[in-house]
């Protein structure tokens, strides 16, 4: 039942994608009242828009909501349960990091619980990269069992990309290197899911 609800936003998320490309301005969204379901395909709409132009590194160059899409996935396959907060800060979970939105942008829209995940896995952007890379690290063991379950399931979706479609200007040794960092910062993140954690170890093998 997730699956095909996650699969039917997921389709609503690349129509929108190809529907807006080359379009900057942002219509405003009704808040997300309501269903898992209509909070999630809000969320995933609203994802496709703020990352129209943005693409992958690697060198296939897939549109970044592809990605996002990856990571909802990845938590609705390996959960026993219904969490449309989760799958919703998941397709989220890089707009205000990366996008002209803002968490107040997502509070207004999505709710407080839904901008606390996100805000727990958002980056300061005015630090260097590598104090934002040693604070994930120490951060992980404290998030919420929410906020380490999204960490798990963005670092396995970006250890997928390293070996389906690297930057081509990435040497071996800086994959190895990235590889080694996400194994630190979901080392603090283990112990809620097997299964997605399961799915991290695999990416991580094949990525080495």
Not at 158 to 185: C, F, G, H, Q, T
């Amino acid at each position: 039942m997730l699956q095909f609800l996650v699969e039917t936003c997921l389709c609503e998320a690349v129509r929108s994608l190809e529907n807006l490309r080359g379009k900057q301005t942002l219509t405003a969204l009704p808040r997300a009242n309501g269903s898992g379901l209509h909070q999630l395909a809000k969320a995933l709409d609203y994802a496709a828009r703020q990352h129209v132009a943005q693409r992958r590194k690697g060198a296939l160059g897939e549109p970044y909501i592809n990605h996002l899409c990856e990571v909802a996935a990845l938590l609705a396959e390996t959960s026993d349960q219904e969490d449309a907060d989760l799958l919703s800060a998941a397709v989220l979970h890089d707009v205000v990091e990366d996008t002209d939105a803002t968490m107040e942008d997502v509070r207004a829209l999505f709710g407080p619980e839904v901008a606390r995940i996100v805000a727990e896995v958002t980056d300061d952007t005015s630090l260097p990269r590598s104090i934002r890379k040693a604070r994930q690290i120490e951060k992980a063991p404290t998030l919420s069992q929410q906020g380490r379950m999204l960490k798990i399931a963005d670092k396995t979706s970006n250890l997928r990309a390293i070996v389906a479609s690297p930057p081509e200007d990435w040497s071996d040794d800086r994959k190895r290197e990235y590889v080694r960092w996400a194994e630190e910062v979901v080392a603090g993140c283990r112990g809620l899911n097997h299964r997605l954690e399961a799915e991290f170890d695999t990416a991580a093998a094949e990525a080495k």
